[in-house]
């Protein structure tokens, strides 16, 4: 087989041609590059859920602040409101907003995460899959059928852009991000291969041009509440490719598009704390207390 995957249409195009999914393409590739056997790749995946779902566990329990003490506690409030008034989007929508904080809260209390992409967006991608998981009843090999999709978008993009704020903007971290789930949430749901990637490019399209205008250059504001916006953002893309709406734009011009919206952006806006939300007033007024 050809491992040579750096495009959505090569990788749809051995799915289709090897009769196979796209989890069962990439845990081969993965065994075949690092010669080992896809029984020892689906047990490393199977290690990064189990951290995923540790980190959303400990941060649903912790009110610890961030070192700078700028964030930490809006997990718990979150949980609070929903103990008084059920959320308008249900059970999964409730689990999705608070496992993507709870993730990130943890990240900033420096405890251990799985970054997927990055550790800036770490939140989105454990949120949507333990939520599902949990709520569609899935088993362990569907979870790590699961995040190898995830994690196939990611491998994929990052074949012409590297996953950072300081390269592309936060479109190419949470951006990234919102997109991997976008095609986990599809696999979950019984999304065949051309609607998983399309569901990850709906997600992807929708997002082009986010900056990464960190204040104080930590990864907390925008950064938290981001997580939480676009790992709602990857349910979304995924409802819309099963419902057959497809991206207008073929998948791989969307990832050009991104890494050239990536080289047009400023870079004051890329990770510098020099532009946008960081150098607004209270931006400014907060950086100067840290």
Do not use: W
């Not at 990130?104 to 997927?116: D, P, S, T």
Request: hydrophobic share 40%; with cysteine; charged share 25%.
């Amino acid at each position: 087989m050809d491992f040579s995957i750096n495009t959505f249409e090569k990788l749809l195009s051995i799915c289709e041609s090897e009769n196979k999914k796209i989890y069962e393409i990439m845990q081969e590739k993965e065994a075949f590059d690092f010669d080992i056997d896809v029984e020892n790749v689906r047990n490393r995946v199977a290690k990064n859920i189990e951290a995923m779902k540790s980190a959303i566990k400990n941060g649903m329990t912790s009110k610890e602040k961030s070192y700078s003490g700028l964030c930490g506690d809006d997990c718990a409030k979150l949980q609070e409101r929903y103990k008084k008034e059920s959320p308008l989007f249900g059970k999964i929508y409730e689990k999705i907003t608070t496992y993507a904080l709870a993730t990130m809260e943890e990240n900033l209390r420096m405890n251990k995460i799985v970054a997927c992409p990055t550790a800036g967006s770490c939140g989105i991608v454990p949120a949507v899959i333990t939520a599902l998981s949990e709520e569609k009843g899935l088993n362990k090999e569907e979870e790590i059928n699961a995040l190898i999709t995830a994690g196939t978008v990611g491998y994929v993009i990052s074949a012409k852009v590297a996953m950072a704020g300081a390269v592309a903007g936060c479109q190419a971290e949470c951006g990234v991000a919102s997109a991997m789930s976008a095609a986990a949430a599809a696999q979950i749901l019984g999304g065949n291969e051309r609607q998983k990637i399309n569901a990850a490019i709906l997600a992807l399209k929708n997002i082009l041009g986010l900056t990464c205008d960190p204040v104080g250059g930590l990864v907390e504001i925008p950064c938290v509440k981001r997580n939480v916006f676009l790992a709602i953002h990857a349910i979304t893309g995924a409802e819309l490719s099963l419902a057959g709406i497809e991206s207008k734009i073929p998948p791989d011009e969307i990832v050009d598009a991104m890494v050239q919206t990536g080289q047009l952006m400023s870079p004051l806006l890329k990770e510098t704390s020099q532009g946008g939300l960081a150098i607004t007033k209270n931006g400014i007024l907060i950086s100067s207390k840290l």
